[in-house]
């Protein structure tokens, strides 16, 4: 379907992120508080791959499953050093970096479907999914 | 370099925050804000965030990082004009937003900051209105 990459390198990329992420919700017809969560988990992944990827790219695919309802699926895809463990990097509050530690974690509740692939020296992969 | 814009008005400092605050830029806000507080003497902060369609975990923790520094400055802050769909997100995001008084609009958040100020209504509109950005 529908794919659209965009390249996370500076603060200012997030705000594109945000935009087009926005923009690609509200055309695919997702309520206001869908499209804000979309918006905010997008926002809080795009800050992850700055911050400790060191830089990457968001992929954004539209999505239709057999029962014809359409989707979103973001993928956040960074050749940073990786994440030593993923569980903790899941855990409400824990934080590497200087932020509260609510990005993953948060993320994972604002959309229906996480997935996070990390390899140590590699980068990290971290795909999320909202269903209409 | 880009700022946000910071009216006084009496006792007041008032900010509403109109674009889509990429990282720094909220983070000047917060120095400058720190600093006009300091500057001003200002007994309390009001910041609109009615034309924010997100508040992400960057953007909240600026905000109690202001309400944090105020208090230590003895200045009330709060934040008023969430949007409904910001606030269920932030709930969900697992933000509480603890230490930060909030209120439904700017009337409500005035009324707040006077009540606990303990001001009468026109006390806080000193003559002087000044705009430095």
Same mark, same amino acid.
């Given at each position: 379907m529908n794919h659209e990459e965009l390249q996370i390198r500076t603060q200012s990329d997030i705000v594109l992120v945000r935009k087009a992420v926005r923009e690609l919700t509200a055309k695919l017809g997702f309520g206001l508080t869908d499209q804000t969560k979309i918006t905010t988990a997008a926002s809080e992944l795009a800050r992850n791959t700055l911050e400790y990827g060191l830089g990457g790219h968001l992929e954004m695919e539209t999505l239709k499953n057999d029962l014809g309802k359409s989707g979103i699926r973001l993928t956040f895809i960074d050749q940073g050093p990786?994440?030593?463990?993923i569980a903790l990097a899941l855990t409400?509050?824990?934080?590497?970096?200087?932020?509260?530690?609510?990005g993953l974690s948060g993320s994972k509740r604002l959309m229906n479907e996480f997935t996070i692939d990390s390899e140590m020296g590699k980068g990290t992969r971290v795909s999320v999914t909202k269903w209409k | 370099m880009e700022r946000i814009p910071i009216l006084k008005m009496g006792s007041f400092l008032l900010v509403t925050i109109q674009v889509d605050m990429h990282d720094q830029l909220a983070m000047n806000l917060q120095e400058d804000l720190t600093n006009r507080i300091s500057a001003t003497g200002a007994r309390a902060v009001l910041i609109d965030? *009615?034309?924010?369609?997100i508040v992400d975990s960057f953007i909240g923790r600026m905000l109690a990082g202001i309400a944090g520094m105020a208090k230590i400055l003895d200045a009330k802050t709060v934040v008023v004009g969430m949007q409904p769909a910001v606030a269920i997100t932030l709930v969900e995001l697992g933000? *509480?937003?603890?230490g930060i008084h909030t209120a439904l609009n700017v009337d409500r958040g005035m009324a707040l900051l006077r009540n606990s100020l303990e001001l *009468?209504?026109?006390?806080?509109?000193?003559a002087e209105l000044a705009n430095e950005s």
């Open positions: 990786g994440i030593a463990d409400d509050g824990f934080t590497s970096g200087k932020g509260m530690g609510m | 965030i *009615s034309a924010l369609d933000l *509480s937003l603890d *009468s209504d026109d006390e806080d509109l000193g």
